[in-house]
Nanobody
Framework: QVQLIESGGGLVQAGDSLRLSCTAS????????VGWFRQAPGKDREFVAA????????NHADSVKGRFTISRDSAKNTVYLQMNSLKPEDTAIYYCAASQNGPIATMIFYRHWGRGTQVTVSS
């Protein structure tokens, strides 16, 4: 079973940047597509970005396009989410998840999930 651990969250001001990391415990991680999702208080979990197993294909939600970038370093078994120009509405718990179905936005296809990291953006 693939185990995922998120890190890099924190409290920042609007306009600041953060880089989240998702590290897997097993080498098989390199064969999975990985997605980032987020859940704000009182709201449903939503798709943020995803990347294919090779890193050649990415998918970003419209709400973060131009501000967030997903990437991966297979040698380090790590996927990153670079978040720039953060807004208060980006405040949420951010989760990474692994899928064998490509960099898609649909949560049901992500079988393995991390426990999340909190991102708080103050105005």
């Amino acid at each position: 079973q693939v185990q995922l651990i998120e890190s890099g969250g924190g409290l920042v001001q609007a306009g600041d940047s953060l880089r989240l990391s998702c590290t897997a415990s097993l080498p098989m991680f390199s064969t999975y597509a990985v997605g980032w999702f987020r859940q704000a208080p009182g709201k449903d979990r939503e798709f943020v970005a995803a990347i294919s197993w090779s890193g050649s294909s990415t998918n970003h939600a419209d709400s973060v396009k131009g501000r967030f970038t997903i990437s991966r370093d297979s040698a380090k078994n790590t996927v990153y989410l670079q978040m720039n120009s953060l807004k208060p509405e980006d405040t949420a718990i951010y989760y990474c998840a692994a899928s064998q179905n490509g960099p898609i936005a649909t949560m049901i296809f992500y079988r393995h999930w991390g426990r999340g990291t909190q991102v708080t953006v103050s105005s």
